[in-house]
């Protein structure tokens, strides 16, 4: 069974920093490309960052040059570094294995305050 559970979340004030882990089951973690999502209140569920197999990143706009994503393929984690947080990444994070089976998280609550 795939399993996907994310740590790390929690409140912190703008400006500061948060590092989201997520432990994923190892079988098939070293070919998977790995993404970090996240839903606001009232809004929809967005990609935030991705990472494929090979360790290349990609971000979404609003977040570029704050977050960070990586990966160990050796402990099958995957990451998510997120600085000078801004009030507006208050959210639900979710881990999510993309390919080749597409699985969730049980999603980590992050809360920035003004």
């Known amino acids: 069974q795939v399993q996907l559970v994310e740590s790390g979340g929690g409140l912190v004030q703008a400006g500061g920093s948060l590092r989201l882990s997520c432990a994923a089951s190892?079988?098939?973690?070293?070919?998977?490309?790995m993404g970090w999502y996240r839903q606001g209140p009232g809004k929809q569920r967005e990609l935030v960052a991705s990472?494929?197999?090979?360790?290349?990143?990609n971000y979404a706009d609003s977040v570029k040059g704050r977050f960070t994503i990586s990966r160990d393929n050796a402990k099958s984690m995957v990451y998510l570094q997120m600085n000078s947080l801004k009030p507006e990444d208050t959210a639900v994070y979710y881990c999510?294995?993309?390919?080749?089976?597409?699985?969730w998280g049980q999603g980590t609550q992050v809360t920035v305050s003004s």
């Open positions: 999510r294995r993309i390919t080749p089976v597409p699985s």
């Open positions: 990472i494929s197999s090979g360790g290349s990143a």
């Open positions: 190892a079988n098939i973690f070293t070919i998977s490309i």
